[in-house]
């Protein structure tokens, strides 16, 4: 059985700073998921064992066969897609030959992959994607279909190892479940760092990459969340433990310091009843002093192992904080209308009446290459219609799928406040740190923060915006976030008060905005209540 493994791997930043410290491993067969926090390492670590980037120390033992398929690959869009799995000449010579060809270079192209092209349709379809896929090019494919060609690619070479960054990313429902399940069928090595559900209940093991530390843990999701609960109870144990560790030396380290108080005045008075010679009294009043200092030194160092364990504890029982925001400025009064569709024709050839009412929450659905992103970028005016009116009524937010809404050149809080004109600088700091962003932490560029603090100022520069957005416009929003991120993406959403329009295929998510209705795109439109 193929494999791949890696023994002490260490990446550091220019810097000198780990990004992975001492990382070990070994994947043998079947589905291996890593997760952790974003910034926490993980497309890196791929890129270590894939061999792109050299290590500072460790080794990788890897098969000869390996591929690596990163987040969100680049395609050249003028490529047609059977380039891009590799199958040109062999389609060219293949041709040849079925219309008579007896060139002899002809038929070593083909070797003995006669049924090359049969087996890239196959994998194409378990995808889900269409026969005539091949012939196109991928500037005519979605971002799902170029995510799934991509993956069809990898899985058509049969490496020995398959190494894939977030595979399901920007996929509807269905693609997802295709994806999933072509991965899960896989009998040789396939390691994927995701965050999504539907892949993790699949995975064999699960390492996870938390502060340049791997750890696995064996069995899917489930097994992973009920290890790491287990954990929790332990350390939140720890923590009232050394809590009450701390306390009881303090007492101690008290009780010994007044009673070494009181244990001098008597020794004074009585050496001064004795009438003993200064010599003779201040030694052992010296004696008396350093005996009392070895035991008071004692005590404080029992304090301050005592502290040190708790400061231990509570780092291990650390939660990711949550954010607290509240956004009465974004309130829609019920019925009022934020937008319009009329006779609006879409450029995907959708033709769409619909209007969008106060504080209600509208999902998008529809298979990839349907329109939903175009249809949002419609409603902004970024993509004129073919027919009709598409008009926003009142100020609008917009979250696209890739985050890149702040300005890498400036820090957070001058993000905030380039959307939020006319607020001070304390305004800006103060709803800064509802996003856990406080003091000097407002002062880091943009361009230095991890995938996590990245999302909560990009919600920060959205929600705190002048004049607030009144319609959120949401595109794919928990694309590439681990669990805190969504969880810190929820908190913000539930307290936000106006109209919401978004597109997603993570059903979790999407049952957590508690949608009204449903905007659906398959060739037509449909407008249903939920």
């Known amino acids: 059985m193929s494999s791949l493994s ?72 003028s490529v047609r897609a059977d380039a891009v799995m590799g199958l040109t000449r062999i389609r060219t010579a293949l041709r040849a030959i079925q219309g008579g060809s007896v060139d ?96 993790l209940t699949r995975a064999n093991t699960i390492g996870e990459l938390r502060r340049g530390r791997l750890r696995w843990f064996g069995g899917d999701i489930h097994a992973y969340e009920e290890a790491l609960e287990a954990e929790r109870a332990t350390a939140d144990q720890e923590v009232r433990s050394a809590r009450a560790d701390v306390a009881r030396q303090q007492r101690e380290l008290r009780a010994h310091v007044e009673g070494s108080a009181k244990r001098q005045r008597v020794g004074a008075r009585k050496a001064k009843d004795a009438n003993l010679p200064k010599v003779i009294a201040g030694e052992l009043k010296r004696k008396a002093q350093t005996a009392e200092a070895r035991v008071t030194g004692v005590h404080e160092d029992r304090l301050g192992d005592a502290r040190t364990r708790l400061g231990d504890a509570q780092e291990a029982a650390e939660r990711d904080r949550e954010i607290r925001v509240e956004l009465p400025d974004t309130e829609v009064p019920a019925r009022r209308d934020v937008a319009r569709l009329d006779s609006c024709v879409l450029p995907t050839g959708a033709a769409i009446d619909a209007v969008v ?30 027919a009709g009116t598409a008009s926003a009524l009142v100020p609008v937010g917009y979250l696209p799928q890739r985050l890149d809404v702040l300005d890498p050149a400036l820090t957070v809080v001058e993000n905030v406040r380039a959307q939020a004109h006319g607020a001070t600088p304390h305004d800006v700091r103060a709803g800064l740190a509802r996003f856990l962003f406080r003091g000097d932490a407002g002062d880091a560029l943009a361009a230095t923060l991890s995938g996590g603090e990245r999302l909560r100022a990009t919600l920060a520069a959205l929600l705190l915006a002048r004049p607030a957005p009144q319609l959120l ?16 993406l929820i908190a913000a959403l539930e307290a936000y008060r106006g109209a919401l329009v978004v597109v997603s295929h993570d059903a979790a998510f999407v049952a957590s905005l508690a949608p009204t209705r449903e905007w659906r795109l398959e060739g037509s439109f449909l407008d249903t209540p939920l």
């Open 473 to 488: 416009l949401l595109d794919e929003p928990t694309n590439n976030l681990d669990f805190a991120s969504r969880s810190h």
């Open 6 to 77: 890696f023994s002490h791997l260490t990446f550091l930043w220019p810097d000198g700073s780990p990004v992975i410290a001492d990382a070990t491993g070994a994947v043998s067969s079947g589905l291996t998921c890593i997760v952790g926090a974003n910034g926490a390492g993980k497309s890196t670590l791929l890129s270590l064992l894939a061999g792109d980037l050299p290590p500072a120390s460790g080794t990788v033992l890897r098969t000869a066969s390996l591929v690596h398929v990163p987040q969100d690959v680049a395609l050249d869009a």
């Open 104 to 199: 002899p270079s002809d038929y070593d192209i083909v070797g003995d992959d006669w049924d090359a092209e049969e087996r890239a349709s196959g994998t194409l379809a378990s995808l889900g994607l269409p026969p005539d896929t091949l012939d196109r090019t991928v500037g005519e494919l979605s971002g799902g279909e170029t995510t799934r060609l991509a993956l069809a690619s990898a899985l058509h070479r049969r490496p020995d190892v398959l190494l894939l960054d977030e595979p399901t990313n920007n996929l509807d429902s269905a693609a997802i479940a295709q994806v999933v399940e072509a991965l899960a069928q896989r009998r040789e090595p396939t390691l994927a760092v995701s965050h999504d559900r539907a892949l």
């Open 357 to 386: 009412q106060g504080p209600e929450r509208i999902v998008i659905r529809g298979r990839n290459g349907s329109g939903k992103t175009t249809l949002l970028r419609t409603l902004l005016g970024e993509v004129a219609p073919l």
